[in-house]
């Protein structure tokens, strides 16, 4: 079983930054392709970042350039930089792990979400 654990989200001014950073527990991370997704109040969950086991990544369009996706496998660890945040990127933010087994099947695993607020 995979356990993941968000942390880093808060209050923050427009053009400000915060890192989130997100704990896996177990051994598949390092073979595991990770994302951020965020769901504002009243919308669907979207993807943000997603970063590949080989760390090719991908950006949604509204945060290119502000945002950045790593990842540590010596840590377990994934994290999401984002700078000059902006009233918009306020909502709850998710860690995603896609696991792919060797017969082709997809299992994702889902950490609790952290808030994160942009307003002055």
């Known amino acids: 079983q995979v356990q993941l654990v968000e942390s880093g989200g808060g209050l923050v001014q427009p053009g400000g930054s915060l890192r989130l950073s997100c704990a896996a527990s177990?051994?598949?991370?390092?073979?595991?392709?990770m994302a951020w997704y965020r769901q504002a109040p009243g919308k669907q969950r979207e993807l943000v970042a997603g970063?590949?086991?080989?760390?090719?990544?991908n950006y949604a369009d509204s945060v290119k350039g502000r945002f950045t996706i790593s990842r540590d496998n010596a840590k377990n660890t994934v994290y999401l930089q984002m700078n000059s945040l902006k009233s918009e990127d306020t909502a709850v933010y998710f860690c995603?792990?896609?696991?792919?087994?060797?017969?082709?099947?997809?299992?994702?695993?889902w950490g609790q979400g952290t808030q994160v607020t942009v307003s002055s």
């Open positions: 995603n792990l896609r696991r792919l087994t060797a017969s082709g099947n997809e299992y994702y695993y």
């Open positions: 177990g051994s598949i991370f390092r073979i595991s392709a």
């Open positions: 970063i590949t086991s080989g760390s090719i990544t």
